[in-house]
């Protein structure tokens, strides 16, 4: 990988005579600071002012042109979350001619991306937050391919994962401190600025207690895609996924499954983690084995997971990994006590999306005889020595974290920070009461997510029997894409509406066409709508409306 930014490449005076006379173009996506993705043409950078800068000529373009609204509160966010006031990008405007007064420009030659990674520290930040943006970022403009140049704007150094980071192109990333290397004045030949949001699934609670996003855009599929292009670059190979597919691994339990369980080596430990490990192989007669950041290197650690049939882990960041699971694995996430399961869902809502085919098992630890707390430690690691004595006997006495929003809340960090010793009897007792509802994450699962299309041909006719009888015959032909699925159920559902009323009767039928004569009034005019549902759940879209007049 090179870090350099070769100046070989590129024809300097073609360049400098290209920023001079076209100074910067800018068209982005998106309506808002929170949606917006740009690309630029000569989009530069001053790192003495450590300020990108927008150069304006005659054929300058900025689309969108907000005026001042591009300072409320930003052009767009740097990185994945959402409207964080650290986190806003914009730039300074200079007329082209001004290039004449300034330090000689360097080029970039590469078609970079450039945004901020928000925790870097922290592994589920890295894969939530910056990998899988940026590698569906990626996707999305084919100009990001294997030779971009990423660009972390962020401020901090490479930070413990940025081999992680690494894997998303050939190219070296650049951090903000690197760029000085540079020279005073540098200029993106073609760059995108921002992150998409498709891909995330949780909010930190920065406006509202943390929880799974309002509008998930993202599935299970898009997730594993993500994690096998991952597993590629990474050199790992995984047992086949069907070899390893739900069905099979409950059915006969082969020799092969095992469980893993994700330790903490230094805070939010388990105590008897032995006994933990003796029961679990007990309770499912299969090999456990134990894995952690401290210990074991992250590809070696991706690669046991990726074969494993449950993985069992305090709640933490660490949990991320389970996006590396095999269908039909288990997660088994442990929490301290006076935490809530039901109010700390990252990895519960990772492995709840369609799709993901994990199942999910959550257990806390309610006896407060099991809990070893930390109120000496520092405010960051949950200690609660520096608060008033009223407010450490408050939180001593709860027994339940009320919500609270992100990030410095004491009384969370005093909990999530326990060590526990886990109650075996009652963990096994959640273990095999959640275990019945596993399902069985069937294969043939692809075909099972093609929704119906339009019902062809929808007719219908009123017809009156009597002056207080009528009878509605409605008929469709079957959607188009029917003929070339196998699909388990096809049913179709019918909506009657009386004119100017606002309720509705709606009906499911096997077949494709059908009489109504109970609640139809002759004389009436009658809006019907139509549409066609696989598998119960599939819905497909309602054909145009039939309006029926007798
Ligand atoms: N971490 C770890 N072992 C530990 C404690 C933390 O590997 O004993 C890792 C953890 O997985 C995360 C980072 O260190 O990537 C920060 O941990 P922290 O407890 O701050 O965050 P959390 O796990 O609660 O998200």
């Not at 409950?250 to 490990?277: C, G, P, Q």
């Not at 019918?494 to 077949?511: A, C, R």
């Amino acid at each position: 990988q090179s870090q350099e930014v070769s100046q070989e490449h590129i024809d300097y005076h073609v360049a400098l005579q290209a920023l001079q006379e076209h100074g910067t173009r800018m068209v982005c996506t998106g309506k808002m600071h929170t949606d917006r993705i740009c690309r630029f043409d000569y989009l530069c950078y001053c790192s003495e002012a450590e300020e990108f800068v927008f150069f304006h000529s005659n054929s300058s373009v900025m689309l969108p042109n907000l005026g001042s609204r591009r300072f409320q509160p930003a052009l767009l966010d740097l990185s994945s979350v959402e409207d964080h006031n650290t986190q806003y990008f914009n730039f300074l405007e200079l007329p082209a001619a001004a290039l004449k007064f300034m330090p000689k420009p360097v080029f970039v030659p590469d078609v970079t991306l450039i945004l901020n990674r928000f925790n870097p520290d922290n592994l589920m930040h890295v894969f939530h937050d910056d990998l899988l943006p940026a590698f569906y970022t990626m996707k999305q403009y084919s100009d990001l391919d294997d030779e971009a140049r990423l660009v972390f704007m962020e401020g901090w150094g490479e930070g413990p994962h940025f081999d992680l980071y690494r894997l998303l192109s050939s190219k070296q990333p650049l951090l903000k401190e690197q760029l000085r290397n540079f020279g005073k004045l540098m200029c993106f030949t073609k760059s995108y600025v921002g992150l998409s949001k498709m891909t995330t699934w949780y909010q930190y609670g920065f406006v509202q207690p943390q929880g799974p996003k309002a509008n998930i855009l993202v599935s299970g599929n898009e997730i594993r895609q993500f994690a096998r292009a991952l597993m590629v670059k990474m050199n790992i190979t995984r047992v086949e996924e069907a070899e390893k597919d739900g069905g099979s691994a409950e059915d006969e339990k082969e020799k092969d499954d095992y469980i893993v369980v994700f330790t903490r080596s230094t805070t939010r430990l388990i105590i008897n983690e032995a006994e933990l490990i003796m029961a679990l192989a007990q309770e499912f007669q299969m090999k456990v084995v134990t894995v952690s950041l401290e210990e074991q290197s992250f590809n070696s650690i991706v690669q046991v997971i990726s074969g494993a049939s449950m993985l069992v882990s305090m709640h933490g960041a660490q949990l991320i990994t389970s996006l590396f699971l095999p269908r039909g694995a288990t997660v088994v996430e442990l929490f301290p006590f006076a935490v809530n399961p039901e109010q700390y869902t990252p990895y519960k809502t990772l492995a709840s999306l369609p799709g993901m085919d994990l199942h999910y098992i959550s257990w806390r630890n309610t006896k407060e005889e099991n809990t070893i707390t930390h109120p000496d430690r520092t405010w960051e690691q949950g200690g609660i020595a520096h608060l008033e004595k009223e407010e450490q006997e408050r939180i001593l006495a709860s027994k339940d974290v009320p919500r609270h929003l992100c990030c410095r809340n004491p009384e969370w960090l005093f909990r999530i920070y326990q060590d526990t010793l886990v109650d075996i009897p009652s963990f096994l007792e959640i273990l095999k009461e959640g275990m019945k509802t596993k399902p069985s994450f069937k294969k043939s699962k692809l075909a099972s997510t093609v929704h119906p299309g339009r019902v062809r041909e929808p007719q219908c006719q009123t017809s009156v029997q009597t002056t207080n009888e009528a009878k509605l015959t409605v008929s469709w032909q079957i959607p188009w894409n029917l003929k070339y699925l196998k699909v388990r159920e096809v049913k179709y559902e019918v909506w009657i509406q009386e004119q100017g009323e606002n309720t509705y009767m709606p009906y499911i039928l096997p077949q494709q066409n059908y009489t109504f004569s109970e609640n139809i009034k002759p004389f009436t005019t009658y809006l019907v709508w139509v549409r066609c549902i696989f598998n119960k759940n599939l819905l497909g879209p309602f054909a145009d409306v039939l309006i029926s007049i007798s």
